[in-house]
């Protein structure tokens, strides 16, 4: 089975904040330890965006990374790169129709990240989400919450 996008994806309807709500381990956000956010931004440059992550580490600092993206094939395929010249593959999986969650991951099923506009989503919802992720054949059972709030 194969990883697959959604279809019909609106990258400008994608912009903004999201708020992480769970995520697959991974090392680059090792010292997030909670209030984890991404921001979207346009640019002049149609297909590209800016992109923002910010999260809680467990000194109580805030870490942010600045990165770029770009459409990378047809819907919700895009790359995002944080050290130039590499990027790394970042397919939206799923999205609501409001475009108020999103499911993300990549064709190896190393990362997943499951993001809102708000800092919440209720159980069924979540649900829902996890469901749409295996799916894809991933393995929900690895994905951790992520912790919003922090102080």
């Not at 979207?40 to 467990?58: F, H, L, M, S």
């Amino acid at each position: 089975m194969n990883v697959m996008p959604v279809r019909n994806f609106d990258l400008g309807r994608y912009l903004g904040d999201w708020y992480e709500i769970a995520r697959f381990e991974n090392r680059f956000e090792k010292k997030c330890v909670g209030n984890v956010m991404a921001r979207y931004g346009a640019t002049e440059t149609p297909g590209r965006i800016t992109v923002r992550n910010e999260c809680r580490q467990a000194d109580g600092r805030m870490s942010v990374a600045n990165g770029y993206g770009k459409v990378d094939g047809a819907g919700g395929q895009l790359k995002v790169s944080f050290f130039r010249p590499f990027w790394a593959k970042y397919w939206v999986l799923a999205v609501d129709p409001e475009y108020q969650w999103s499911l993300v991951g990549e064709p190896k099923r190393e990362y997943l990240w499951i993001l809102a506009r708000t800092p919440m989503l209720g159980a069924e919802v979540l649900e829902g989400i996890k469901g749409r992720a295996v799916e894809q054949g991933f393995d929900v059972s690895k994905l951790v919450m992520t912790p919003q709030g922090m102080e």
